[in-house]
């Protein structure tokens, strides 16, 4: 009995949501969600991103807005806690939003599938990396435009092919991310016949890798692949690197494209090489560098870029759907096809080929080489 | 062969850390009988404050001046934290779990505080030191290694002359061994209770100071800190101040031994995460006093 009154209830509930949804969209602007972590581990990740979306939201709006009208971008904290990001997706939900960006972790975003699947409302991370966020639950209303881990890595097989490496390490973290990056990064490494003769794990805390790099050192590898992501324990492994003497190449994952770690391991990373999705020489980044650096009055980096990708392809999505129906703007987001991106190698475009919601060019993943302290040049680009 | 010799100095200034966390803890166990979780996050303020000090484009402090300040601000910083948290509480009546309790809350202020002054992003503390190895007799390591070594030692002496040598020291044993008749015999457990505290906090926070000479560290560093420090204390045991580092360096080894050498007896080296819970459960079921038992209870 109780569970058909509450069921009732639930129903009354959930159609007064539809009603304020309907009635908040009869409003003159259209809202899009954003979900960041303004205060978990994943701030200094997923705010940058979300600094590149509010960027986007006023060119768009000092330009005209949308179907004539402005967009407002509904901005919520999930301290990137799985848990709290379905919660603060409701929340958006409710709040009307048309659209919703997943600025945080892939492990936050996947939690809030659960929501947009439910409700029915589009959603688009333009950051996250995870492999599976749009295979491990069917959800159409679901889209993914970071470059996924599996892109990386063959990027970087790529680039090393001519070296011709057949043993290798494999280092990273026990973040939840580090072991994802880790996990797809064996996949790609033994899928080209390359074996990882020793894979080593540095645990948030740490106070050394000592023990992880004397190993390393002694299995002897051709090169040294970093899929970990922890800011201090990357520190402690470059740390051990040199002080043991190495001489190892070394090929990182795009998390290390991330300028910070160039302030906490500086100088310890001269000569590697990483994964990025970021040329500068790019007229469209040259332009959006431009824009950033005048609003807010400092240089921007690759993270900016896709969130301001993100705002950009959510608002195309809505202007060619015509109408601020989410139905109709999910079938324009799954319809994008050459949208010019600021992110990724020269000319790359988004496009979600049929069946597949994952937008990122496979071949628009770049490898950059570090030089004194910095991103260097672009050596490498594409999976070919 | 000089493998082992890079890693024990690796392992014993990683101990060295773990052993200050557990002597904060012991310091604060042993006349309060209160476990103070708080640590972690002192060595976060001393190690921010530290950083504050050096590197403000007001006043930047030479490196020794700016680490001794650092250290004294922490032990103010547990003067107030007794104050607030632990004295109302006491006083009150209330059972040892209510200042635990009211000590996690603090935990939190302490850790969003630092988030909201200094950001989220890890922060280096500068430190007069190179990375290339150095050689001391047989031993290899960093300067830092040695230097967290020193300074740890110093520490230990320190703290060991204090709780041997002194009438306060004598005085905290009193309190450790019979709160009531210490009492009686004209101690004053208040004053006993904010010199634990204090003393507690400022070597918190030198731990944490020596914690991110490893590596930059954020407003989160305080848990995992505050885990190994817990757990090389069960192993020592609470009794004596030679147990706090006799327990931190058993841990560092194990971990570093089992991420070096596991895998060629067959056990994945991945395991080194859980040596700490591993020992602290061996050693909470069979040895629940720790290694180095308290003087009383030895004669």
Known sequence: MTSVISRRLFGACAAAAVLAAGAAAAQDTIKIGVITDKTGTAKFYAEP????????????????????????????DDQNKPDVSATVARKLVDAGVVFILSNTSTTATQQ????????????????????????????????????????????????????????????????????????????????????VIVEEVVQRGATSAVPQMQKVRAANPEAIFQAG???????????????????????????????????????????????????????EVKAFEEAFQKEYGRPAFNLNAYGYDGVRLVVDAIKRAGSLDKEKIRAAMQATKDFPATIGAKGMKYTFPPGKRTGFDPEGVVVRLIENNAHGRVVHAGQK | ??????????????????????????????????????????????????????????????????????????????????????RPLVEKGAPILGPILALLGMLAIFRE?????????????????????????????????????????AVFVGVWLFFERTVWGKAFEAVALNRKAAALMGINL?????????????????????????????????????????????????????????????????????????????IPSGMSLGVPFLLMIVFLLARPTGLLRPKEAAA
């Open chain 2, 190 to 266: 208040r004053r006993v209770t904010v010199a634990a505290f204090v003393g507690g906090a400022a070597i918190a926070g030198f731990a944490g100071v020596l914690y991110s000479l490893t590596a930059p560290r954020d407003f989160l560093m305080g848990l995992p800190l505050a885990v190994q420090g817990f757990s090389a204390l069960v192993v020592g045991g609470v009794g004596r101040v030679e147990g706090a580092i006799l327990g931190g360096m058993i841990l560092a080894l194990a971990e570093q031994l089992t991420a070096r050498y596991a895998d060629q007896i067959g």
């Open chain 1, 112 to 195: 809030q599938q659960t929501v947009s699947l439910e409700t029915k409302t589009p959603q688009l991370t333009p950051s996250n990396s995870g492999e599976t966020l749009t295979t491990q639950i069917d959800n159409p209303y679901f889209f993914q435009t970071g470059p996924l881990f599996s892109y990386q890595i063959n990027t970087l097989l790529s680039y090393t092919r001519a070296k011709q490496y057949k043993r290798v390490a494999l280092m990273t973290d026990n973040s939840e991310l580090g072991q994802l990056v880790a996990k797809s990064f064996k996949a790609g490494l033994e899928k080209a016949g390359v074996q």
């Open chain 1, 49 to 76: 991103v979300t600094e590149g979306s509010m960027l986007a939201a006023k060119i768009i709006n000092a330009a005209g807005g949308v179907l004539g009208k402005k967009i407002e971008l509904l901005i919520e």
């Open chain 2, 1 to 86: 062969m000089s493998d082992i010799l890079e890693l024990l100095v690796s392992a014993a200034s990683s101990g060295c850390i773990y052993g200050l966390v557990a002597l904060s803890y012991l310091v604060m166990i042993r006349p309060t009988g209160i476990i103070n979780f708080a640590v972690g996050e002192w060595a976060a303020v001393g190690l921010f404050a530290a950083f504050f000090l050096l590197t403000n484009r007001w006043l930047p402090l030479p490196y020794a001046l700016a680490l001794i300040a650092a250290v004294a601000f922490t032990g103010l910083i547990g003067w107030g934290t007794q104050r607030i948290a632990v």
């Open chain 2, 113 to 153: 505080s630092i988030s909201l002054i200094f950001g989220p992003d890890p922060h280096n503390l500068p430190a007069p030191f190179g990375l290339r190895q150095v050689s001391l007799g047989p031993f290899a390591g960093t300067p830092r290694d040695f230097f967290i070594i020193g300074c740890t030692a």
């Open chain 1, 229 to 283: 992501v922890l800011g201090p324990e990357m520190v402690l492994f470059f740390r051990a690197y040199h002080q043991l003497g190495m001489k190892t190449p070394i090929l990182g994952s795009y998390n290390l494209s991330i300028p910070l770690y160039l302030t906490m391991a500086k100088d310890l990373m001269d000569g590697i090489v990483i994964v990025d999705a970021y040329d500068r020489e790019k007229p």
